[in-house]
């Protein structure tokens, strides 16, 4: 959610600690902040509403320098987002801290730390971490055992970078349930909520896990586990490059990481397929023993990623031959579910630390579903790390908030998972060897449809006056409707919604007029002459029609219908390749409104509180 950066270092941290908060704005945007020691050990902070580049301009004129230092960019959960609730926090001159996360206990603390004289500045739950550490602090502990005490005393969420001036020269962090990470440099260490924001200083790096505080300085580290026990974690190196989490010629984000998808999704299929067979190992070795057993699946994910589950529940049922349910995440751990023994708890994130899918999977175990598999594109998440069976989608980083070609490579890997999961179920080897074919021709067939670009953006046009639109499609086509709606309205803010085209007539054409465009996707299949019917629903009423339809379809384009023609492709990848004009509509009709494409307002690319 929120961007955490820090640093101890012999240099200069505050252009290390601004680049990283560069890095990390897609993660929270409402305001930012910088807070270092001198080396006179004095904190001198400064923090705007806002983005990064209102805190970098104050940094040079005030001409801010330190050896060790945190920053923090930020997603509000509690409290608007304006100056004094921005991060870091400071108590009394001698603690700074900056918060991913949320304290769920916050108010309990905050009634007793008023009745002991502590002032509140903000509306955050973060400052009752901050003044809990000084509390410690006034009793003679080390900065370490000030942080580790407190720890022990917050309920929820939590990344947390600390300096003081107790201490000059340590860096405290300490994590659970949110992500944190250590950076490993020459002489200088470095701790960010994400890789992306430090690979300018290092590509070595140090996964803490859930409960672990650490010490750091320049030149030393050491980590304690939950009980406070020394413990080693094993340094990776990431295969990241700088270029990775550059826009380069493109104008967005989110416009480059549409036209990577080719190259995604032939990287997510890589070594996973042997001739014209999938290799189920790429799941992990324990994988044949585990799917042996499997007699339904389970899928668990939020937003985008859901729509991906909801779109392999028609390739488990009709090409699998296994009973599937998905369910959004945050709805699953308050449902009491009924268990399903020997359940594949299949779930999906991008980046492997939503909070809601992590709770999900925490509660699937407790009652017993069965094994679980993530499908994820952070190798060193959470979600990764908690899960019997593993499937990376290699999307590589992602920072537009809209998802774009995190969801493709997770219809891949989905395709990959029906595949597995079919031989065991009456799968032909001749369906197995089509549908490899199928996926061997995918990335190519993307390219093809990148190459409406332009016309899209002509239609773009179309919908400067719109405030609303409806989204239809039937069968595996309606959840990449959905998705198409989710992606207009967060980033062009227009009011869109989907339905499968058949529920149309129940209550939705009511709201079909001029003004309410309504975006079809028509692949060629059984129930296309199903959806024609619909469509001519919407023309007797007046309603303006945009058709993406396979080449083969007999729709004709006239004043009410305008339509673009997708080359034939088999039906089961069909709801990969039609999600890609869709995407390129939102995003051509949100440049035109002027909004801010890969930043849109009140939201955060990875959602990791509750």
């Known amino acids: 959610m929120c961007g955490i950066v820090g640093a101890v270092a012999e240099r200069d ?13 897609y993660r929270g945007y409402d305001s930012a902040g910088v807070v270092v020691l001198d080396e006179q050990a004095r904190l001198t902070r400064m923090r705007a509403p806002g983005k990064v580049r209102e805190v970098e301009a104050l940094v040079k004129e005030g001409g801010l320098r330190g050896v060790s230092g945190v920053a923090h960019t930020r997603w509000a959960t509690h409290g608007k987002p304006n100056q004094a609730n921005a991060h870091p926090h400071i108590c009394r001159k ?3 801290v900056v918060h991913n996360g949320i304290i769920e206990n916050h108010e309990a603390l905050r009634a007793t730390q008023r009745e002991r004289g502590y002032e509140f500045t903000s509306q955050t739950d973060t400052e009752v971490v901050v003044h809990q550490i000084y509390d410690h602090l006034q009793t003679g502990k080390s900065l370490l055992t000030a942080v580790q005490d407190t720890v022990r005393e917050l309920e929820g ?28 440099g020459i002489g200088e260490h470095f701790i960010a909520s994400d890789v992306a924001a430090l690979l300018p200083v290092t590509q070595r790096f140090i996964f803490l896990e859930d409960g672990d505080v650490a010490e750091i300085a320049k030149d030393r580290l050491s980590i304690f586990n939950a ?18 989490v550059e826009r380069g010629q493109y104008r967005h984000y989110m416009l480059k990481e549409i036209f990577e998808q080719p190259r995604a999704l032939a990287e997510t299929l890589e070594g996973r ?30 937003g985008t990623s859901y729509h991906a589950g909801m779109v392999a529940r028609y390739w488990l049922e009709s090409l699998a031959g296994i009973p599937c349910s998905v ?20 779930c999906i994130s991008q980046s492997g630390e939503t909070a809601d899918t992590l709770a999900a999977l925490h509660e699937a175990k407790q009652r017993g579903f069965g094994a679980s598999l993530a499908i994820c594109n952070v190798p060193e998440s959470s979600l990764i790390r908690e899960s019997d069976l593993v499937l990376m989608t290699r999307a590589g980083p992602e920072i537009g908030v809209a998802s774009t070609k995190a969801f493709t490579t997770q219809l891949v890997a989905l395709m990959l998972l029906a595949v597995v999961l079919g031989r065991r179920h009456g799968m032909s080897a001749q369906t197995e060897v089509q549908l490899v074919q199928q996926l061997t021709h995918l990335p190519t067939v993307i390219e093809q449809v990148l190459g409406f670009n332009d016309e899209i953006q002509k239609l773009a046009e179309r919908f400067a006056d719109k405030h609303h639109a409806l989204f239809l499609g039937r069968g595996a086509q309606y959840p ?6 989710l992606k207009l309205k967060e980033i062009s803010y227009i009011h869109a919604e989907a339905y499968p085209a058949g529920e149309l007539k129940h209550g939705p054409l009511a709201l079909v007029d001029a003004d309410m465009p309504v975006i079809a996707v028509a692949p060629n299949n059984e129930l296309l002459e199903k959806l024609k ?26 004043e009410q219908l305008t339509l673009f023609r997708i080359a034939s492709v088999p039906d089961p990848i069909a709801p990969i390749v039609f999600t890609v004009p869709l995407q390129l509509l939102a995003y051509h009709v949100a440049v035109l409104k002027g909004t801010d494409v890969d930043q849109p307002r009140n939201l955060a690319k990875s959602v990791t509180v509750e």
Request: aromatic share 4%.
């Open 327 to 346: 369910e959004v995440a945050s709805e699953f751990r308050y449902r009491h579910p009924v268990v399903r023994r020997n359940s594949l708890v299949v």
């Open 157 to 184: 969420a939590y990344a947390l970078g600390v300096i003081s001036n107790t201490d000059a020269g340590t860096l405290i962090a300490a994590r659970r349930g949110s992500p944190l990470v250590i950076g490993v």
């Open 480 to 485: 990449v409707a959905m998705e198409g709606a």
């Open 273 to 302: 397929l042997s001739g014209d067979s999938v290799l189920e190992a790429a799941l992990g070795p324990e994988a044949p023993a585990i799917l042996d057993k499997v007699q339904g699946v389970h899928i668990l994910a939020c």
């Open 13 to 25: 941290v505050v252009p290390i600690l601004i680049e990283g908060l560069k890095r990390l704005e």
């Open 227 to 244: 009980a406070g026990e020394p413990v080693e974690r094993p340094l990776k190196y990431s295969e990241l490059t700088t270029d990775a």
């Open 533 to 558: 019917s619909n469509l001519q629903e919407v023309r007797a009423r007046g309603g303006e029609l945009i058709v993406f339809a396979d080449e083969s379809v007999d729709v004709e384009a006239d």
């Open 94 to 96: 001698t603690v700074a």
